[in-house]
């Protein structure tokens, strides 16, 4: 298969819900600002913007009007072919407040953490945690939340921190909660999760249910959602993840790029944008040879339908 047929699913991580404007003046609290940074990515070569929601002084939020509002200035901005992805990961707040914005804006696809795990974020520096704490993500909770995509029509993102996390995929794949297309991230560089080294994305890919490098090198120039198997993402945290993304984008990965996982460029300098960090991405895809995803290529590969509208308008919760 010649790389310019193997396309790359950029992802954008728009803001998260931990770093603040003192860390990085661009990371984005009001819709509009959201709405700014969001066209940036897209001008430079992302499909699908990952959303935890904060209200207007920044503060990380839960709350269906905030979702609504920020996810609404994004569609005005860029359009609604643009993939609309929700986090549901926290701590301390409930699945039932985690579903309620699910159940009344139906993005297409949103994150699902894959396992139980210690996590936290260590400081060399200080030669202490900054913060730690355990983030509980039992069988009993993925499956609820499955069910509710499932009935919702949203597509899981499969976040795996750790390889026993993609095993996890086993048993709700035999019992039906998980099928394919699959989009599985492969996290690293968290505290409590996986090293981030290039040989474990290596190893980690390996377990990704159906194979992770067959549908890439099989049928050549069918997408794996045309041919079963797997889409699959490297999330690299902090500053290594220019050589996680690069060893992704070699093995045929799609990548995730944005001011939630990384404020840097690879020479140091401090991103300007979500799009600076989009277009270092861009161009590496690029410079091996594959091309970019468009949103609507983004869409068939992951099996999405296409969105006409933005969100379900109703007020309700």
């Known amino acids: 298969m ?4 193997d396309p790359v699913i950029i992802s954008n991580s728009i803001s998260g819900a931990i770093a603040n404007r003192d860390q990085c003046p661009a990371i984005p609290y009001t819709p509009a600002e959201y709405a700014a940074e969001a066209k940036r990515a897209v001008d430079e070569g992302a499909s699908q913007i990952h959303i935890h929601a904060r209200t207007p002084d920044g503060t990380p939020s839960y709350e269906i009007e905030d979702f609504r509002a920020i996810t609404q200035a994004i569609v005005d ?13 926290a701590l301390g707040v409930s699945i039932e407040k985690r579903l309620e914005y699910l159940r009344a804006l139906t993005p297409d696809v949103a994150a699902l953490n894959m396992g139980s795990m210690n996590y936290a974020k260590f400081s ?3 030669n202490d945690f900054v913060f730690k704490a355990v983030f509980e993500n039992s069988f009993d909770l993925i499956i609820e939340f499955l ?6 029509g949203i597509k899981p993102e499969h976040e795996c921190f750790d390889a026993g996390h993609v095993a996890n ?5 035999a019992m039906g909660f998980v099928t394919e297309p699959h989009q599985i991230s492969l996290v690293m560089g968290i505290t409590g999760g996986i090293r981030p080294t290039t040989r474990n994305i290596g190893f980690m890919a390996e377990q990704i249910p159906g194979g992770a490098f067959s549908s890439r090198l099989n049928n050549a120039g069918a997408s794996p959602s ?3 198997g797997a889409n699959w993402q490297v999330i690299g945290i ?4 220019w050589k996680l993304l690069a060893t992704s984008l070699t093995l045929g990965g799609n990548v995730r790029a944005g001011l939630e996982d990384n404020l840097y460029l690879p020479n140091g300098e401090m991103a300007r944008s979500n799009g600076d960090l989009v277009a270092k991405a861009r161009q ?9 995803a468009t949103p609507a290529e983004a869409r068939r590969m992951l099996g999405l339908s296409e969105r006409t509208q933005a969100l379900q308008r109703s007020s309700g919760g």
Do not use: C
């Not at 995929?169 to 794949?173: E, S, V």
């Not at 590496?284 to 970019?292: C, F, P």
């Open 238 to 241: 902090s500053r290594d993840q």
């Open 169 to 173: 995929l086993d048993p709700l794949i």
């Open 147 to 152: 069910t509710a995509f499932k009935e919702l």
């Open 77 to 89: 901005e860029v359009g609604p072919e643009v993939i609309i992805n929700y986090s549901t990961g």
């Open 2 to 5: 010649s790389a310019i047929e």
């Open 226 to 228: 045309a041919q079963g």
């Open 284 to 292: 590496m895809a690029e410079d091996i040879g594959r091309s970019v």
């Open 124 to 126: 060399k520096r200080r």
